[in-house]
Protein backbone atom coordinates (compact mmCIF):
# COMPACT_ATOMS: atom_id res chain seq x y z
CA UNK A 1 0.00 0.00 0.00
CA UNK A 2 2.77 2.37 0.51
CA UNK A 3 3.50 2.49 -3.23
CA UNK A 4 0.28 3.01 -4.43
CA UNK A 5 -0.11 5.95 -1.85
CA UNK A 6 3.30 7.42 -2.45
CA UNK A 7 1.89 7.76 -6.14
CA UNK A 8 -1.08 9.47 -5.12
CA UNK A 9 -0.04 11.28 -3.05
CA UNK A 10 2.64 12.15 -6.25
CA UNK A 11 -0.61 13.34 -8.03
CA UNK A 12 -0.95 10.13 -10.58
CA UNK A 13 -3.71 7.82 -10.92
CA UNK A 14 -4.29 3.98 -10.78
CA UNK A 15 -5.12 2.36 -14.34
CA UNK A 16 -8.09 0.13 -13.81
CA UNK A 17 -6.26 -3.15 -13.02
CA UNK A 18 -4.75 -1.61 -10.02
CA UNK A 19 -7.55 -0.10 -8.17
CA UNK A 20 -9.43 -3.46 -8.84
CA UNK A 21 -6.41 -5.00 -6.86
CA UNK A 22 -6.17 -2.42 -4.08
CA UNK A 23 -9.86 -2.97 -3.66
CA UNK A 24 -9.55 -6.94 -3.81
CA UNK A 25 -6.47 -6.45 -1.43
CA UNK A 26 -8.91 -4.45 1.05
CA UNK A 27 -11.13 -6.95 0.76
CA UNK A 28 -8.53 -9.91 1.92
CA UNK A 29 -7.59 -7.94 4.70
CA UNK A 30 -4.45 -7.17 3.62
CA UNK A 31 -4.20 -3.26 4.53
CA UNK A 32 -4.12 -2.04 7.87
CA UNK A 33 -6.90 0.15 9.39
CA UNK A 34 -4.56 3.98 8.92
CA UNK A 35 -3.60 2.56 5.13
CA UNK A 36 -7.55 2.06 4.14
CA UNK A 37 -8.15 5.56 5.42
CA UNK A 38 -5.59 7.24 4.11
CA UNK A 39 -6.02 5.71 0.75
CA UNK A 40 -9.82 6.97 0.82
CA UNK A 41 -8.54 10.35 1.72
CA UNK A 42 -6.92 10.78 -1.74
CA UNK A 43 -10.47 10.50 -2.99
CA UNK A 44 -12.11 13.03 -0.58
CA UNK A 45 -9.31 15.47 -1.71
CA UNK A 46 -9.09 14.69 -5.75
CA UNK A 47 -11.94 13.38 -8.21
CA UNK A 48 -12.00 9.56 -8.97
CA UNK A 49 -11.10 8.90 -12.34
CA UNK A 50 -13.52 6.52 -14.82
CA UNK A 51 -10.75 3.95 -14.93
CA UNK A 52 -10.15 4.01 -11.10
CA UNK A 53 -13.93 3.42 -10.41
CA UNK A 54 -14.27 0.77 -13.07
CA UNK A 55 -11.62 -0.99 -11.38
CA UNK A 56 -12.99 -0.61 -7.89
CA UNK A 57 -16.70 -1.90 -9.48
CA UNK A 58 -14.53 -4.65 -11.19
CA UNK A 59 -13.47 -6.08 -8.24
CA UNK A 60 -16.41 -5.70 -6.23
CA UNK A 61 -18.67 -7.55 -9.07
CA UNK A 62 -15.66 -10.44 -8.75
CA UNK A 63 -16.24 -10.77 -5.10
CA UNK A 64 -19.89 -10.44 -4.64
CA UNK A 65 -22.19 -13.36 -3.77
CA UNK A 66 -25.02 -12.76 -7.02
CA UNK A 67 -28.50 -12.63 -6.16
CA UNK A 68 -30.65 -14.90 -8.99
CA UNK A 69 -33.73 -13.69 -8.95
CA UNK A 70 -35.23 -15.81 -11.55
CA UNK A 71 -34.94 -13.72 -14.87
CA UNK A 72 -37.50 -11.06 -13.55
CA UNK A 73 -36.39 -7.22 -14.84
CA UNK A 74 -36.06 -5.22 -11.86
CA UNK A 75 -35.62 -2.32 -11.46
CA UNK A 76 -32.82 -0.49 -8.78
CA UNK A 77 -34.06 3.17 -7.31
CA UNK A 78 -30.66 4.64 -5.48
CA UNK A 79 -28.57 7.65 -4.27
CA UNK A 80 -25.44 8.13 -3.92
CA UNK A 81 -25.77 9.58 -1.05
CA UNK A 82 -23.61 11.80 0.71
CA UNK A 83 -24.95 15.02 -0.15
CA UNK A 84 -25.00 15.97 3.16
CA UNK A 85 -29.11 16.75 3.10
CA UNK A 86 -30.73 13.96 5.66
CA UNK A 87 -33.89 13.53 3.90
CA UNK A 88 -35.81 10.77 4.49
CA UNK A 89 -36.00 7.73 2.96
CA UNK A 90 -36.54 8.98 -0.34
CA UNK A 91 -35.36 6.33 -2.41
CA UNK A 92 -36.78 3.20 -0.62
CA UNK A 93 -40.14 4.80 -0.67
CA UNK A 94 -40.37 5.67 -4.30
CA UNK A 95 -39.21 1.93 -4.73
CA UNK A 96 -42.25 0.22 -2.70
CA UNK A 97 -44.97 2.92 -4.92
CA UNK A 98 -43.09 1.54 -7.90
CA UNK A 99 -43.47 -1.78 -6.57
CA UNK A 100 -47.26 -0.92 -5.83
CA UNK A 101 -47.07 -0.02 -9.48
CA UNK A 102 -46.89 -3.72 -10.98
CA UNK A 103 -42.94 -3.44 -11.81
CA UNK A 104 -40.28 -5.78 -9.93
CA UNK A 105 -37.54 -4.10 -7.45
CA UNK A 106 -34.25 -5.16 -6.56
CA UNK A 107 -33.40 -2.35 -3.87
CA UNK A 108 -29.95 -2.43 -2.98
CA UNK A 109 -28.83 -0.43 0.06
CA UNK A 110 -26.85 0.00 3.06
CA UNK A 111 -27.06 1.77 6.83
CA UNK A 112 -26.16 5.58 7.01
CA UNK A 113 -22.74 6.50 6.25
CA UNK A 114 -23.41 10.15 5.92
CA UNK A 115 -27.56 10.57 7.14
CA UNK A 116 -29.49 9.52 10.56
CA UNK A 117 -30.62 6.34 8.78
CA UNK A 118 -29.93 4.79 5.48
CA UNK A 119 -32.32 2.22 3.26
CA UNK A 120 -30.76 -0.56 5.63
CA UNK A 121 -31.47 1.16 8.39
CA UNK A 122 -35.48 1.65 7.39
CA UNK A 123 -36.04 -1.84 6.64
CA UNK A 124 -34.17 -3.72 9.57
CA UNK A 125 -36.91 -0.86 11.82
CA UNK A 126 -40.01 -2.53 9.55
CA UNK A 127 -38.89 -6.15 10.53
CA UNK A 128 -37.01 -7.13 7.30
CA UNK A 129 -34.34 -9.99 7.80
CA UNK A 130 -31.08 -9.39 5.43
CA UNK A 131 -30.56 -12.19 3.53
CA UNK A 132 -28.54 -13.42 0.56
CA UNK A 133 -30.86 -16.95 -0.43
CA UNK A 134 -31.75 -16.75 -3.94
CA UNK A 135 -34.95 -18.52 -3.24
CA UNK A 136 -36.17 -16.52 -0.56
CA UNK A 137 -35.17 -13.39 -2.21
CA UNK A 138 -37.20 -14.53 -5.60
CA UNK A 139 -40.39 -15.26 -3.81
CA UNK A 140 -40.41 -11.88 -2.40
CA UNK A 141 -40.06 -10.80 -5.86
CA UNK A 142 -42.82 -12.79 -6.91
CA UNK A 143 -45.23 -12.27 -4.38
CA UNK A 144 -44.62 -8.51 -3.14
CA UNK A 145 -42.89 -7.38 -6.23
CA UNK A 146 -39.42 -5.75 -4.37
CA UNK A 147 -36.51 -7.51 -2.74
CA UNK A 148 -34.04 -5.81 -0.59
CA UNK A 149 -30.46 -6.75 -0.67
CA UNK A 150 -28.01 -4.90 2.15
CA UNK A 151 -25.12 -4.46 0.86
CA UNK A 152 -22.52 -5.98 3.09
CA UNK A 153 -23.71 -9.17 2.97
CA UNK A 154 -23.22 -9.21 -0.56
CA UNK A 155 -20.26 -7.44 -0.89
CA UNK A 156 -17.09 -8.27 1.71
CA UNK A 157 -15.24 -5.21 0.98
CA UNK A 158 -17.85 -3.19 2.01
CA UNK A 159 -18.19 -4.96 5.52
CA UNK A 160 -14.84 -4.37 5.81
CA UNK A 161 -14.99 -0.79 5.47
CA UNK A 162 -18.39 -0.31 6.97
CA UNK A 163 -17.42 1.17 10.43
CA UNK A 164 -14.70 3.03 9.08
CA UNK A 165 -16.75 4.94 6.68
CA UNK A 166 -19.17 4.72 9.96
CA UNK A 167 -16.70 6.63 12.00
CA UNK A 168 -15.47 9.65 8.54
CA UNK A 169 -19.27 10.36 8.61
CA UNK A 170 -18.52 11.75 5.21
CA UNK A 171 -19.06 11.28 1.71
CA UNK A 172 -16.15 8.37 0.22
CA UNK A 173 -15.99 6.64 -3.12
CA UNK A 174 -17.53 3.80 -2.21
CA UNK A 175 -21.30 6.12 -2.24
CA UNK A 176 -20.15 6.22 -5.99
CA UNK A 177 -19.69 2.68 -6.26
CA UNK A 178 -22.89 1.28 -4.45
CA UNK A 179 -25.24 1.98 -7.44
CA UNK A 180 -23.39 0.29 -9.79
CA UNK A 181 -22.60 -3.10 -7.61
CA UNK A 182 -26.25 -4.28 -7.38
CA UNK A 183 -25.78 -7.96 -7.11
CA UNK A 184 -29.03 -8.76 -8.89
CA UNK A 185 -27.88 -7.05 -12.23
CA UNK A 186 -31.40 -4.92 -12.56
CA UNK A 187 -32.60 -4.28 -15.53
CA UNK A 188 -33.39 -0.86 -15.54
CA UNK A 189 -31.67 1.82 -13.01
CA UNK A 190 -32.32 5.20 -11.61
CA UNK A 191 -29.71 6.32 -9.98
CA UNK A 192 -29.34 10.13 -7.84
CA UNK A 193 -25.78 11.84 -7.49
CA UNK A 194 -24.96 14.54 -5.75
CA UNK A 195 -23.13 16.79 -8.33
CA UNK A 196 -22.59 16.94 -12.06
CA UNK A 197 -19.25 15.54 -12.26
CA UNK A 198 -20.78 12.38 -10.99
CA UNK A 199 -23.62 12.44 -13.33
CA UNK A 200 -20.96 12.61 -16.19
CA UNK A 201 -19.32 9.59 -14.99
CA UNK A 202 -22.41 7.84 -14.38
CA UNK A 203 -23.53 8.58 -17.72
CA UNK A 204 -20.48 7.51 -19.26
CA UNK A 205 -20.35 4.08 -17.29
CA UNK A 206 -24.19 3.34 -17.49
CA UNK A 207 -24.00 3.90 -21.15
CA UNK A 208 -21.62 1.20 -21.78
CA UNK A 209 -23.88 -1.52 -20.20
CA UNK A 210 -26.90 -1.29 -22.63
CA UNK A 211 -29.31 -0.69 -20.24
CA UNK A 212 -32.04 1.89 -19.91
CA UNK A 213 -31.28 4.04 -16.69
CA UNK A 214 -31.96 7.55 -15.95
CA UNK A 215 -29.53 9.80 -13.98
CA UNK A 216 -30.58 12.94 -11.60
CA UNK A 217 -29.39 15.46 -9.91
CA UNK A 218 -31.26 18.60 -8.02
CA UNK A 219 -29.26 21.49 -8.93
CA UNK A 220 -29.32 22.79 -5.29
CA UNK A 221 -27.37 19.71 -4.29
CA UNK A 222 -29.66 16.88 -3.36
CA UNK A 223 -29.10 13.47 -4.80
CA UNK A 224 -32.86 12.73 -5.85
CA UNK A 225 -35.52 14.87 -7.27
CA UNK A 226 -35.81 16.61 -4.13
CA UNK A 227 -38.88 19.28 -5.92
CA UNK A 228 -36.71 22.46 -3.89
CA UNK A 229 -34.96 23.22 -7.53
CA UNK A 230 -34.68 22.45 -10.87
CA UNK A 231 -33.50 18.55 -11.85
CA UNK A 232 -31.23 17.48 -14.22
CA UNK A 233 -32.23 14.13 -15.93
CA UNK A 234 -29.88 11.97 -18.02
CA UNK A 235 -31.03 9.00 -19.50
CA UNK A 236 -29.80 6.79 -22.39
CA UNK A 237 -31.61 8.63 -25.03
CA UNK A 238 -30.67 12.63 -23.84
CA UNK A 239 -30.48 14.67 -21.14
CA UNK A 240 -32.73 17.88 -19.73
CA UNK A 241 -33.94 20.13 -17.49
CA UNK A 242 -37.53 19.65 -15.44
CA UNK A 243 -38.64 21.88 -13.10
CA UNK A 244 -40.27 20.87 -9.92
CA UNK A 245 -43.58 21.55 -11.04
CA UNK A 246 -43.07 19.57 -13.91
CA UNK A 247 -41.58 16.51 -12.18
CA UNK A 248 -44.31 16.60 -8.74
CA UNK A 249 -46.68 19.93 -9.91
CA UNK A 250 -45.42 22.01 -7.19
CA UNK A 251 -41.91 23.13 -5.09
CA UNK A 252 -41.01 22.06 -1.92
CA UNK A 253 -38.71 23.41 0.75
CA UNK A 254 -35.26 21.63 2.53
CA UNK A 255 -37.83 21.50 5.89
CA UNK A 256 -40.33 19.72 3.93
CA UNK A 257 -37.97 16.58 3.50
CA UNK A 258 -36.27 16.67 6.45
CA UNK A 259 -35.76 13.03 7.63
CA UNK A 260 -35.54 13.71 11.24
CA UNK A 261 -32.97 13.11 14.07
CA UNK A 262 -33.58 9.55 15.12
CA UNK A 263 -34.10 5.88 13.41
CA UNK A 264 -37.03 6.11 14.87
CA UNK A 265 -38.24 9.10 13.28
CA UNK A 266 -37.36 7.68 10.28
CA UNK A 267 -39.36 4.96 10.36
CA UNK A 268 -42.38 6.54 11.62
CA UNK A 269 -42.52 9.21 8.34
CA UNK A 270 -41.28 6.13 6.60
CA UNK A 271 -44.70 4.03 7.13
CA UNK A 272 -46.50 7.24 7.39
CA UNK A 273 -46.06 8.54 3.58
CA UNK A 274 -46.50 4.79 2.58
CA UNK A 275 -50.20 5.09 3.98
CA UNK A 276 -50.55 7.97 1.78
CA UNK A 277 -50.83 9.78 5.11
CA UNK A 278 -47.80 12.21 4.74
CA UNK A 279 -47.77 15.54 3.71
CA UNK A 280 -48.82 17.54 0.05
CA UNK A 281 -44.66 18.15 -0.21
CA UNK A 282 -43.35 14.39 0.90
CA UNK A 283 -45.89 12.98 -1.29
CA UNK A 284 -45.24 14.81 -3.96
CA UNK A 285 -41.29 14.27 -3.71
CA UNK A 286 -41.53 10.64 -3.25
CA UNK A 287 -44.27 10.35 -6.46
CA UNK A 288 -41.93 12.46 -8.55
CA UNK A 289 -38.95 9.90 -7.64
CA UNK A 290 -41.44 6.99 -8.37
CA UNK A 291 -42.66 8.19 -11.72
CA UNK A 292 -39.50 9.10 -12.98
CA UNK A 293 -38.30 5.35 -12.41
CA UNK A 294 -41.20 4.26 -14.13
CA UNK A 295 -40.88 6.16 -16.67
CA UNK A 296 -37.20 4.98 -17.53
CA UNK A 297 -38.07 1.52 -17.92
CA UNK A 298 -39.96 2.66 -21.04
CA UNK A 299 -43.62 0.81 -19.99
CA UNK A 300 -45.31 4.07 -20.15
CA UNK A 301 -45.85 6.68 -23.28
CA UNK A 302 -44.64 9.69 -20.86
CA UNK A 303 -43.74 11.00 -17.84
CA UNK A 304 -47.25 11.98 -17.15
CA UNK A 305 -48.85 8.65 -17.27
CA UNK A 306 -46.09 7.32 -14.74
CA UNK A 307 -46.91 9.45 -12.63
CA UNK A 308 -50.11 9.01 -12.49
CA UNK A 309 -49.64 4.96 -12.37
CA UNK A 310 -47.51 6.38 -8.94
CA UNK A 311 -50.21 8.02 -7.26
CA UNK A 312 -52.54 5.27 -7.73
CA UNK A 313 -50.12 2.83 -6.20
CA UNK A 314 -49.75 5.52 -3.23
CA UNK A 315 -53.15 6.47 -2.86
CA UNK A 316 -54.63 2.90 -3.86
CA UNK A 317 -52.81 1.65 -1.02
CA UNK A 318 -50.87 -0.74 -3.00
CA UNK A 319 -47.16 0.36 -2.37
CA UNK A 320 -48.19 0.04 1.12
CA UNK A 321 -49.56 -3.97 0.61
CA UNK A 322 -46.18 -4.41 -0.98
CA UNK A 323 -44.31 -3.65 2.47
CA UNK A 324 -46.87 -5.50 4.79
CA UNK A 325 -46.47 -8.68 1.89
CA UNK A 326 -42.79 -8.13 2.27
CA UNK A 327 -42.45 -8.09 5.60
CA UNK A 328 -45.04 -11.41 5.95
CA UNK A 329 -42.74 -13.40 4.27
CA UNK A 330 -40.02 -12.93 6.87
Known sequence: MKKVLQRLFAHKA?????????????????????????????????????????GFRDALLELCIKADLGGYDTIDIVGTGGDGKNTFNISTLACFIVAGAGQ????????????????????????????????????????????FLHAPLFHPALKTVGPMRKSLGIRTFFNMLGPMVNPAFPAFQLVGVYNMEMARVYNYLLQQTGKAFAI??????YDEISLTNDTKVITNTGERIMTP??????MASPADIS????????????????????????????????????????????????????????EGGKAYACLQQLISLQ
Open 14 to 54: LSREEAKEVLLNISRGVYNEPEIVSFVTVYLMRSITIAELQ
Open 245 to 250: EELGKR
Open 259 to 314: GGNTVEEAADIFVNILQAKGSWAQHAVVLANAAMALHCTGKYAGYEEAYLAAVDSL
Open 104 to 147: KVAKHGNYGATSVSGASNVMEKMGYRFKTDSDALKKEVETANIC
Open 216 to 221: IHSFDG
